[in-house]
């Protein structure tokens, strides 16, 4: 089983910068690609970021592509969201997401996130204009 627990949420102003952590427990964790989604008030949950299990790949929606950067560190078990240029249209609720052997970091990114095996329980960014 693996936990997914979020940090470094919070208020910014547009322009700025914020970076996101997500710390996961589990033996597993450095097997299992890794992701970000965000959901908006009234929105449905949306695809960010993912990134392979061995940090080699990633995948970014097109609204952050160039902006956001998604790590990971398998040795203290933690991916790392780093956001610039922030945009009032990216105040949403961020989720740490993590996939099974069954998914690829890929596939994060065109599935439905009803699909996605693991969440966190989200923090919240709010971009001031």
């Known amino acids: 089983q693996v936990q997914l627990v979020e940090s470094g949420g919070g208020l910014v102003q547009a322009g700025g910068s914020l970076r996101l952590s997500c710390a996961a427990s589990?033996?597993?964790?450095?097997?299992?690609?890794m992701g970000w989604f965000r959901q908006a008030p009234g929105k449905e949950r949306e695809f960010v970021a993912a990134?392979?299990?061995?940090?080699?790949?990633?995948y970014y929606s097109d609204s952050v592509k160039g902006r956001f950067t998604l790590s990971r560190d398998n040795a203290k078990n933690t991916v790392y969201l780093q956001m610039n240029s922030l945009k009032p249209e990216d105040t949403a609720v961020y989720y740490c997401?993590?996939?099974?052997?069954?998914?690829?970091?890929?596939?994060?990114?065109?599935?439905?996130?009803?699909?996605?095996?693991?969440w966190g329980q989200g923090t919240q960014v709010t971009v001031s204009s």
């Open positions: 990134i392979s299990w061995s940090g080699s790949s990633t």
């Open positions: 589990g033996p597993t964790f450095s097997r299992y690609p």
């Open positions: 997401a993590a996939g099974n052997s069954a998914t690829s970091a890929q596939a994060m990114g065109v599935m439905s996130p009803r699909r996605v095996p693991y």
